[in-house]
């Protein structure tokens, strides 16, 4: 029986289950719902609890531990000897894997018999030609070793699958019989409710915590596998990258995390200023009317996505800022060669920053209480002393927060820097010029077709672990600061 | 309730008026709030605004010194004159009133600064310290003036906030006082406190007589009674009865009033 018949059953028998609590527990009661402990939907959740949950925990572990028994028995079966030179038993494994997989096909297409498939004496060649009608293409090379295997692994396969009907389904039964036995008037099935649903949040909690933690391993195993083939300290300490997938590259990381620390700071500069500024006008100025307009408009400016502000500043920032920078430009300085340069992504990053900022700013700045503002008016203090002094130094902690999400999101941004900052890693302070960030650098190493093990695919990793590095610290920073001084008006 | 001799002894020291209401209506959007209000506001004495909640009373008294045109549906008409004055001529900066016009409110709101910059604010605000040790004479005499400078002289660079509510609200009345106003407002300044701290506020407001001149709005009738000399009855925005404390306590004019001071309405 199939995962998916397997657990529509199982679902079916809770079903069953929560009508025999419920039932069991109002006649227990005298049918009257005064005299039970909950309310007679909670007999029969906690019935149908008993039920599910032991046997889907049987079902899930079973689903992941059936291939790694089953394989490795089979594995164990195959003589040493059948594993050619040059290859691994690894690879057999996978074709006993494909051909047993062609092998369930046709049998489910009915294109052999069922204890055709089994015998073991089967004509190899005829065997081919029947699998190539299904549609599973089976190299020259199989043998009757593969064959045997892929036979041996539908054996076994089968055996388990029987078996783990079998237990689930009595698991089942067995959580159906305990529940039932236990449901009376005076059993406390409302706090045994209670606590699974607890464990469930509990649970849901834990799944974001344990990716994060998934993210870390996957990106440490691929970076420790970088620093075995490549020096760490001229990962960190040379200033050239340059890398050629045909060796001998140099795959120095200041220059990239220049690039991304100029951009980034660029980019600050602008929507720091403006987002605190509009933030201000929003939460103290503007009439209700203005603010319920303008508030939502600025923060469209976040719903745009980021490769549009990368045409924007492929197509209009970057043309314009070379008509005056450029060679003949207004200000005759040809400081600029071509469009893609720092200043045109750390520009268009920053427009993009601004609702990250004022929108986050405007919700701390009013978060200040209004005694706050009318203490200080009451003392006769212009609104504008009032904001300088006391609003926006009590509102300080949260927008020095605000101000640190930004920036790792600014750290974080890629393709308005694949469009508007050019490809060119160089150390050079001149603005105008073309850089390139960490994470434009990730993406060109891992597109197209390069070879995993090499140093400049796996280079990757290490760049996306130092980027993890600071953004992380940069969070954890910005969510200390907020918290330390969170209390302060309170 | 109260000791009818004692009030009857008590004597109002001054008789200059210090605030004129002439006609004072104020809308709050379509509510009209309060109803064509005439009071006079003596110098150098303690005058109580009495009432049920909702009747007004902080509404007027947030007029005096013009809080209410930080609200915006807040509307005021008639004249409020302070020394022949009308605050509410066009040439009358607010700004500028609110610095003769101090103001205590309900809840203890220091600036989440030290005790120092809490005190100094007003003042540097306004220029009225010519150097460090200007500045360091006025905190010191406000505090002391706020009967809280034993309890913080040895801190004064701690966080206003950290303070006890009763010291913080102290606290609020030094900070008041040191920007040097004539005239004190009290929101119900001892409504978040413990009575040892109530007791120490009004005495406060008893010393602060000898120079300004107090209104203070309260919900404690004997509090009223303990620290005013006057007390005006306000009753759904319109003022019921205005007169001495004492008379007011003992000899109403008004049913109403009545009703109020022996607990039948409210």
């Keep these: 029986m199939s995962a998916f018949w397997l657990l529509l059953l199982v679902l079916g028998i809770a079903l069953v289950s929560y009508v025999l609590g419920r039932g069991r527990a109002l006649s227990s009661a005298g049918g009257d719902i005064r005299n039970l402990h909950s309310l007679p939907v909670y007999y029969g959740a906690n019935a149908a609890l008993f039920v599910l949950i032991p046997s889907l925990i049987l079902l899930m572990l079973w689903m992941v531990a059936q291939p790694l028994v089953v394989g490795a028995r089979v594995q164990a079966s195959i003589p040493a000897e059948a594993v050619s030179e040059g290859s691994t038993i690894g690879l057999v494994m996978s074709d006993v894997r494909r051909v047993a997989d062609g092998l369930d096909l046709a049998v489910a297409q009915g294109v052999i018999e069922p204890s055709y498939a089994t015998t073991s004496d089967t004509n190899l060649t005829e065997v081919r030609e029947r699998l190539g009608d299904v549609g599973v293409a089976l190299g020259s090379d199989i043998s009757v070793t593969v064959l045997t295997a892929a036979q041996l692994l539908r054996e076994t396969n089968a055996s388990w699958y029987f078996w783990r009907t079998v237990l689930v389904v009595a698991l089942a039964l067995a959580g159906l019989g305990y529940a039932y036995s236990m449901t009376q008037k005076d059993f406390r099935a409302r706090n045994t409710v209670e606590r699974v649903i607890l464990y469930l949040l509990i649970g849901a909690a834990s799944i974001a915590i344990l990716t994060t933690v998934g993210i870390l391993f996957s990106l440490i195993f691929n970076t420790v596998e970088f620093f075995r083939i490549y020096p760490a300290s001229e990962f960190f300490f040379s200033l050239t990258w340059s890398p050629s997938f045909g060796g001998g590259s140099e795959l120095g990381i200041l220059p990239l995390l220049w690039g991304t620390f100029y951009i980034s700071l660029i980019a600050l500069l602008v929507a720091v200023p403006i987002g605190l500024l509009s933030a201000i006008y929003l939460s103290e100025y503007a009439s209700p009317a203005v603010r319920s307009i303008a508030k939502p408009l600025l923060e469209v400016l976040a719903g745009i996505p980021t490769i549009v502000y990368g045409l924007f500043a492929l197509l209009t920032v970057g043309p314009f800022l070379v008509s005056f920078f450029g060679q003949n430009g207004h200000f005759g300085v040809n400081w600029m060669a071509g469009g893609t340069a720092v200043m045109t992504a750390g520009l268009v990053m920053g427009i993009m920053l601004i609702p990250f900022v004022s929108s986050l700013s405007d919700d701390i700045i009013n978060a200040v209480p209004q005694a706050m503002r009318d203490g200080s008016l009451g003392l006769g203090a212009t609104k504008s002393e009032t904001i300088k002094q006391v609003v926006l130094p009590a509102a300080l902690p949260g927008i020095v927060g605000a101000i640190l999400l930004a920036a790792s999101r600014a750290i974080g941004e890629t393709m308005i820097v694949v469009l508007g900052a050019g490809a060119a890693a160089r150390l050079s302070m001149n603005p105008f010029d073309a850089m390139t960030t960490v994470t434009a650098k990730i993406v060109s190493q891992l597109t197209g077709d390069s070879d995993f093990a090499s140093p400049e695919a796996l280079v990757a990793f290490a760049l996306g672990m130092t980027l993890f590095v600071i953004t992380l610290g940069l969070n954890v920073f910005a969510l200390y600061i907020v918290r330390k001084y969170r209390e302060q008006y309170e | ?266």
């Design chain 2, 1 to 266: 309730m109260l000791d009818d001799q004692q009030l009857v002894d008590r004597k109002v020291q001054s008789k200059e008026a210090k605030i004129a209401a002439r006609g004072v209506n104020v809308h709050y959007g379509v509510t009209h709030a309060i109803k064509d209000v005439d009071v006079d506001i003596d110098h150098k004495t303690v005058t109580a605004f009495i009432g049920p909640s909702g009747c007004g009373k902080s509404t007027f008294l947030r007029c005096i010194n013009r809080m209410n045109d930080t609200i915006d549906v807040a509307r005021v008409t008639g004249d409020i004159l302070i020394d022949n004055e009308n605050i509410y001529d066009k040439k009358v900066d607010p700004v500028q009133l609110r610095a003769k016009v101090g103001m205590v409110f309900q809840k203890p709101n220091p600036f989440p600064k030290s005790i120092y910059d809490n005190i100094a604010y007003g003042p540097r605000i306004h220029g009225l310290a010519k150097s460090k040790a200007d500045l360091d004479e006025i905190v010191e005499k406000s505090l002391r003036r706020g009967a809280i400078w034993d309890e913080v002289k040895d801190r004064l660079n701690a966080p206003g906030t950290g303070l006890s509510g009763g010291q913080q609200q102290r606290l609020c009345i030094a900070r008041a006082v040191a920007t040097e106003p004539e005239v004190l407002l009290m929101d119900e300044p001892c409504s978040a406190l413990d009575p040892i701290a109530t007791a120490q506020v009004e005495e406060l407001i008893d010393e602060l007589r000898q120079n300004y001149s107090v209104v203070i709005v309260t919900h404690s009738m004997q509090q009223a009674a303990r620290v005013s000399q006057k007390t005006a009855f306000f009753h759904l925005g319109t003022l019921v009865e205005f007169g001495e404390t004492g008379q007011i306590f003992t000899n109403p004019q008004d049913e109403r009033t009545e009703s109020y001071i022996t607990g039948r309405i409210g």
